[in-house]
């Protein structure tokens, strides 16, 4: 597949509907107040609804929509994470496409709310991006585009460390990647948010491996 631009609508409505599938599962692991599954289900509702309606902006313009949205649809935990993630992944994208050079560090700092990090910026092929790029068959040049959009150095290192243990435990690329990706983000301190921040990550890396071998 050449390095066409992606479609965002399409991106988020698969999240969507493999949110709504493990929407009980989800509920289910959130001890506190049992509904993290439902708001799961609603913030992807709010972003599929403002791609809908933003389908012919600019990426930066249909994630800052989604993002001003999400804020008045939702109040919570988990809804005020994802908007701010929107507004940086909004700022990251401006004036470039969403490919498979840049969905990777997109989807990092939408999942993490814009917490990455982004002090010592790293050329290393050893990266979340060259890890994609691999799967995804040769495909991507991501190295370049992860220094450019927040992966720093700590991420990289500590991404390809979870990659290789995940790897050693017998997991799949996809599910070796899912969890490194994962484990850059700020959602580690929840399990049940871990498991849906995953759910997304994995979702989105099945979708780039079918497109990859078309």
């Known amino acids: 597949m050449s390095n066409e631009q992606l479609n965002l609508l399409d991106i988020f409505k698969q999240v969507s509907k493999t949110i709504k599938t493990n929407q009980a599962s989800l509920n289910e692991a959130d001890d506190y107040n049992h509904d993290h599954g439902d708001h799961m289900v609603e913030i992807f509702d709010v972003i599929t609804t403002a791609m809908k309606e933003k389908k012919s902006a600019d990426p930066a313009d249909q994630l800052e929509y989604a993002a001003q949205l999400l804020r008045q649809k939702s109040s919570s935990g988990s809804a005020q994470v994802y908007a701010k993630g929107l507004t940086e992944a909004s700022k990251e994208i401006s004036g470039k496409t969403v490919d498979m050079n840049t969905i990777l560090p997109l989807l990092q700092t939408l999942m993490s709310g814009g917490e990455t990090k982004t002090s010592t910026q790293t050329q290393s092929g050893a990266g979340l991006g060259d890890l994609l790029g691999s799967l995804l068959g040769g495909t991507t040049s991501t190295s370049s585009a992860s220094k450019d959009q ?44 871990s498991q849906s921040t995953e759910l997304v990550a994995n979702t989105v890396l099945q979708m780039l491996s079918g497109l990859a071998s078309k």
């Open 150 to 193: 927040g992966l720093d150095l700590g991420d990289l290192l500590g991404a390809g460390l979870s990659y290789m243990q995940s790897k050693q435990s017998g997991s799949s690329d996809i599910e070796a990647i899912t969890k490194a990706l994962v484990n850059s983000t700020q959602s580690g301190e929840k399990t049940y948010r």
